[in-house]
């Protein structure tokens, strides 16, 4: 779990704006940019933020569900 105050910090390194906190359905939580439509993974409680790295949304379906699930990160 990405707590609040790392969340706030954290950046896309490609467009190096706010990324989303989503939690999965299955279980465990990635990091998303809806901007440029890129999920990067989180591994044991560690974000892998390399752009190869990322994973495309290219579903529209997958977009909306993915930002309705997520929580921004709290500006401080």
């Known amino acids: 779990m990405i707590d609040d105050t790392l969340l706030s910090i954290l ?9 989303l906190l989503v939690a999965r359905d299955g279980g ?5 940019n809806p901007r440029l439509r ?8 560690i974000p892998v933020l390399l752009i ?3 994973r495309d949304v290219d579903d529209d379906d997958e977009h909306a569900r ?3 699930q ?5 500006p401080r």
């Open 11 to 19: 950046v896309c390194p490609a467009d190096r704006g706010p990324l």
């Open 52 to 54: 190869d790295e990322a």
């Open 28 to 32: 465990g939580e990635l990091l998303y």
């Open 38 to 45: 890129r999920a990067y993974r989180i591994e044991d409680g």
């Open 70 to 74: 997520a929580r921004p990160a709290d």
């Open 66 to 68: 993915l930002t309705a």
